[in-house]
């Protein structure tokens, strides 16, 4: 990708102070605290989902799945992160024209090379305004900068994409161990706590048997996850649910929670 004298070289922080601290003492400790609270998984996965609101709410949830990167070998050093553009209305997918993304813990820079490499295929554009805002990305580097070492990001911005050109930009980027695939995702939103939990535990063993037909109402990322789904079909790929709680579980109001799971992708 060719950067124009007008591009933005970073994107700062949206919601830091909001999602997150940001203090960079306190969200390192507050990170760190979710991931000592986990319990690492024994085989490190291929990719993983998790959620994305607030750390207070879905912080505990997430750090189950970065567990599992803690001194990974070999290391990551490519992060592809999918999530849904909540702020944008998106035609396919949108990838930034920046070379970094920002946080209180420092710049995460990104693979140019993988981004020139994705505008060319159906669905992918270049386009800053979807990412400017959204959280669903965002609220993932903290996480990849306290578990990883040096690494680059290839964050894409998901719209109104189908399931299997998610799955063609997925596959096109796959690479090998040193890449990692994260998708940015809620469950359901807004129901009462007993119906959320009903909910949620069938959205969840869809997504661990790799159906590719979850809804809107079941996930605000459907769309990422049903092309990882077939992605996931297509390589043999086994699910496991590492958690699966609520707001309601993680905050204490239960009238109307949203939905929080967390699922590693291994290879066959």
């Known amino acids: 990708m060719t950067l124009t004298d007008s591009a ?20 390192r400790a507050v990170v760190q605290g979710f991931l000592d609270a986990s319990r690492p998984i024994a085989t490190r996965p291929k990719a ?18 970065y567990r599992s990167l803690v001194d990974c070998d070999p290391p990551v050093t490519r992060v592809v992160i999918a999530g849904p553009s909540h702020r944008i209305a998106v035609p396919g997918i949108a990838v930034p024209e920046v070379t970094a993304f920002e946080t209180p813990l420092g710049p995460v820079p990104i693979d140019l090379d993988t981004i020139g490499m994705l505008s060319g295929l159906p669905g992918v554009h270049a386009s800053n305004a979807p990412h400017r805002l959204e959280h669903s990305l ?37 690479g090998g161990p040193e890449t990692l695939i994260v998708v940015s995702t809620d469950l359901s ?16 063993r869809a997504i661990v048997r790799c159906s590719d037909h ?8 459907c769309r990422i996850v049903n092309g990882l789904m077939q992605v996931a079909r297509r390589r043999g790929m086994s699910v496991d649910l590492l958690d699966l709680r609520n ?10 929670v949203v939905g929080y799971g967390a699922f590693a992708l291994h290879d066959a």
């Open 8 to 27: 933005i070289r970073s994107r700062l922080p949206a919601v830091a102070g909001l999602f997150y601290p940001d203090d960079p003492y306190e969200l």
């Open 48 to 65: 993983i989902i998790v959620p994305h609101a607030g750390y207070v709410y879905s912080g505990p949830v997430a750090a189950t799945a």
């Open 138 to 174: 965002e609220v993932q580097l903290p996480f990849l900068q306290m578990t990883l070492g040096d690494f680059r990001i290839v964050p894409l911005a998901v719209g109104d994409a189908s399931p299997s050109v998610v799955a063609s930009v997925l596959d096109a980027c796959w």
């Open 189 to 204: 939103h807004y129901h009462d706590y007993a119906s959320a939990r009903e909910l949620d535990s069938s959205t969840a």
């Open 214 to 221: 979850l809804q809107d109402e079941q996930a605000c990322g």
């Open 247 to 256: 707001s309601g579980d993680t905050s204490g109001d239960r009238s109307r």
